[in-house]
């Protein structure tokens, strides 16, 4: 079984071909083949993506292009931070939706490209106490509504991530207000299941969440159904008009709120998958990272880790992207 708290700080460099068909192959924008190697994508991306970006994207992405590749996971609101204060300078940003790249416009980017979706489950350990009843429960077996009833127990052991740096813990927060209305559960339920926003006997960082999950250190927790599937846990799917997944309940999401620690009062929003080139480091290589996301092996390998693949779509001004996505997409541009 593989730890998520292994997975943090890898540095994956390498020397490989390049391919054809890239759009960043262009020698009026990108080095020439035997120099791609001194260029890095270095992709700073959500911590749900960890383990497809260590395992499967990023060293494919060396092989393909020949470009060097670095990544580091983290919350996308807290990365979007370490970004703009100076602490880290990746020249790729990977969100779980828009929000935490809009913080970085105009300075550092001015456009995005949305191109996936997953919608958020509640993964449990197979060991629980309360196991059995929640496999009845992903099995259909037992009403959904009985998995609030559960989470609500004061033995019941939940994680989920934290809201103020992270969408998958603002996701699952407004997910549990959304289901108190759509099940008709009693009005003080939400408050049992997940306490104040910050409660700190729940949250955990999005990177070892799941970790603690496998060691038993927790019954359930709020996670995408990619890293269920990548991660083979058990897990009960919820219904769209709570998931967060689906575009199509857009406006049902956004009926419900929350107050951050800031006291900015945010609305759900489907959660998607977007990504930015920003800074001016190796701007090749990160255009090209960019570029084998949406190509046919890149959008095949994130349909096989569980994500619902999109039409690209390109939000705000960029002809180099504008291109590909015309050419290979159709225009789908924002």
């Not at 559960?150 to 994680?159: A, D, I, Q, T, V």
């Not at 910050?198 to 999005?206: A, G, L």
């Not at 709020?222 to 199509?248: C, D, E, M, R, V």
């Not at 920003?278 to 570029?291: E, L, P, S, T």
Request: glycine fraction near 8%; proline fraction near 6%; charge should be positive.
């Amino acid at each position: 079984m593989i730890n998520w708290k292994n997975l943090l700080a890898i540095i994956t460099i390498t020397f490989l071909t390049s391919a054809c068909g890239s759009l960043s192959s262009n020698s009026k924008t990108s080095p020439s083949h035997n120099n791609r190697s001194s260029q890095t994508a270095d992709v700073a991306y959500a911590g749900s993506l960890e383990l497809l970006n260590h395992s499967t994207i990023g060293p494919n992405f060396r092989k393909t292009t020949g470009y060097s590749y670095l990544g580091r996971g983290g919350g996308s609101f807290g990365l979007a931070k370490e970004i703009t204060s100076g602490s880290i300078h990746p020249n790729v940003f990977e969100s779980i939706g828009s929000a935490p790249i809009k913080t970085l416009e105009p300075k550092w980017t001015n456009s995005y490209i949305q191109f996936a979706s997953s919608p958020i489950v509640v993964a449990y350990n197979p060991s629980s106490p309360y196991a059995s009843e929640l496999k009845s429960i992903a099995k259909g077996k037992t009403n959904l509504s009985k998995l609030f009833i559960l989470m609500s127990k004061p033995g019941f052991h939940l994680g989920r991530t934290n809201p103020n740096t992270d969408p998958q813990g603002q996701a699952f927060y407004m997910m549990v207000q959304l289901a108190q209305k759509n099940f008709n559960l009693p009005p003080y339920l939400s408050s049992k299941i997940l306490g104040s926003v910050n409660n700190s006997s729940e949250i955990f960082s999005e990177t070892a969440l799941e970790s603690r999950l496998q060691a038993g250190q927790l019954d359930a927790a709020s996670a995408f159904k990619s890293q269920a599937i990548q991660l083979h846990l058990p897990y009960i799917s919820l219904p769209s008009s709570i998931n967060f997944g689906n575009i199509a309940y857009s406006s049902s999401y956004a009926k419900a709120s929350m107050t951050l620690a800031n006291k900015k009062t945010i609305h759900g929003s489907t959660l998607v998958l977007d990504a930015t080139v920003i800074g001016k480091k190796d701007q090749a290589a990160a255009r090209a990272f960019i570029d084998y996301l949406l190509s046919p092996q890149g959008r095949g390998s994130i349909k096989k880790a569980g994500y619902k693949l999109l039409k690209p779509q390109l939000f705000g001004p960029n002809p180099y992207f504008a291109s590909y996505i015309k050419t290979h997409f159709g225009n789908t541009s924002t």
